[in-house]
């Protein structure tokens, strides 16, 4: 007989579940995650290890009580773990889709721990004791910050798209730019939003120019607006020629048509105030004679996933009439973190340290440098032989569509394999990438020109201890 084969388990030796259930080692595991959930992984390990010992692979110090309750503790702390997770995103894209967009400012964050805790006047008028609508929580603020009429909030800006054209031009028509008509990530394309809504798209123009004739000559007896659409993520240039909106609102008013303006990113403050690129405002629209815009809440606003309609008091009316609205409202969590972002934009001055997209946005390219000079040497360790690391100019994007051809000068580090080492298998950076990706609170970079670029942007100084602390555990 081999030496080693009393240390072998046999199918016999499998414990009863009855029996470990009441174990002193698995106690705490019940406390924990109920006898019902405990059960069941039970059931499965005991399974596998059965299989295992059929096959002769299983050794007896892996079933005594306290290496069960081990094994046991392990699966089921995985399972508790929130699939949403925290990463760092160091892509150099501040409002990136993927990543969930704005980061909320804490007023926000207390005011939405507070509506899942507390029962609140959501739809309940407090001076009259009726019934309220939910829009009138934020309505008065979007008003006085963008000088429209009425507004109301859905979802996203998709759904605001979707319920403006369903409400306004449901079977008939609706003018647009060939220009404009544009696909954001995550397939929203404009054409496709507008068949569902029920409309027909009446193109015009050709994809770089458009003139104020050819809206004119579009507009007939089925028409029932004229949209514009901001090219959020693209930009025609050369030969170009497109209409503005007050252009496009002179030729619809002796029509009588509203003029609709799906503004995407939408912003509420001139950013050139910062030194950031412009891009004209919810403001500057609506004065330009816009009867309704539409733009994003987790975009540039800086607030939480949120489709904002504002403009003339008439069509919100209509707007909030269709069922539609019903279908595509927002949750009390949307409105309780919506109304302290709007509040911050009456101190518009103090924005860029109150709003964390735009204290993102303007971190000062000095600041990242040190930074990166800073993390440089304490991360080099962990990295090996293989790599080689440096602090690096790059560039960040605001992202979401906002402004895409601007680019915000930043640092970060430069990290590329080092010449003639091949330590692991496969593409070193590849690997790298995907080593920083399994790390507790997962690292997100980019990798081109043969080099993993980690952004420093988004990762600011109160992160950085922490940061640092998870990266001894990398292993690429
Ligand atoms: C981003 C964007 C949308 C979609 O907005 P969501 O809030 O993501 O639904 C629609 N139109 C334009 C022009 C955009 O930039």
Redesign the pocket.
């Known amino acids: 007989m081999d030496a080693s084969a009393p240390l072998l388990a046999g199918p016999v030796d499998i414990p009863s579940v009855d029996r470990l259930l009441n174990a002193e080692p698995l106690q705490p595991l019940l406390a924990r995650y109920g006898r019902s959930q405990v059960t069941a992984a039970l059931r499965r390990l005991l399974d596998d290890y059965r299989a295992r010992a059929v096959a002769g692979q299983l050794l007896r110090p892996a079933l005594e009580d306290a290496a069960l309750a081990q094994a046991l503790t392990a699966t089921l702390d995985d399972a508790a773990r929130p699939r949403l997770r925290a990463v760092y995103n160091l892509t150099g894209t501040v409002l990136h889709t993927n990543l969930g967009r704005a980061l909320l400012p804490q007023e926000a964050v207390a005011e939405v721990a507070r509506a899942l805790t507390a029962p609140a006047n959501l739809e309940f008028d407090l001076d009259s004791g009726g019934r309220g609508d939910r829009d009138d929580l934020v309505e008065d603020l979007l008003c006085e910050l963008t000088g429209a009429e009425a507004a109301t909030v859905v979802n ?4 605001a ?1 979707l319920l403006m054209l369903n409400t306004l031009a449901q079977r008939r028509e609706v003018v647009v730019s060939r220009g404009e008509l ?1 696909e ?1 990530g995550g397939a ?1 394309r404009i054409p496709d939003i507008m068949q569902r809504a029920g409309t027909r798209l009446v193109e015009i123009g050709t994809t770089n120019r458009t003139h104020p004739h050819d809206y004119a000559g579009a507009i007939g007896a089925r028409t029932a607006l004229l949209m514009k ?2 090219c ?1 993520n693209y930009q025609i240039t050369g030969f170009t020629r497109s209409v503005e909106v007050d252009e496009v609102v002179a030729l619809a008013r002796p029509h009588g048509l509203p003029v609709v303006v ?4 939408g912003t509420l403050v001139d950013l050139r105030r910062w030194g950031l690129p412009g891009e004209t405002t919810v403001r500057e629209t609506i004065a330009a004679g816009a009867d309704l815009v539409t733009f ?1 809440g ?2 540039l606003l800086g607030g939480p ?1 949120a ?1 904002l309609i504002v403009g003339r008091a008439d069509l919100i009316r209509k707007i909030k009439k269709n069922p539609l609205k019903r279908a595509l409202r927002v949750g009390k969590l949307t409105l309780a973190a919506l109304e302290p972002v709007l509040r911050l934009y009456r101190a518009p001055e103090l924005l860029a340290q109150t709003l964390p997209t735009l204290r993102l946005l303007t971190r000062p390219a000095a600041a990242l440098q040190a930074q990166a000079q800073r993390l440089c040497p304490l991360l080099a360790p962990a990295l090996g032989a293989e790599y080689r690391i440096e602090a690096a100019p790059m560039f960040s994007q605001i992202g ?2 906002a402004l895409p051809l601007s680019q915000v000068p930043s640092h970060g580090l430069r990290i590329a394999a080092a010449a003639g080492r091949r330590a692991g298998a496969g593409k070193p950076l590849q690997r790298l990438e995907a080593a920083l990706r399994a790390l507790p609170r997962p690292v997100i970079g980019r990798i081109g020109e043969q080099a993993l670029w980690l952004d420093l942007r988004c990762l600011e100084e109160d992160e950085e201890a922490g940061f640092v602390a998870q990266w001894q555990a990398l292993r690429p």
């Open positions: 996203n800006n998709a759904a798209v544009v954001i929203f659409v901001h959020s799906d503004l995407g990113s994003s987790d975009k996933q489709g979401s569509g």
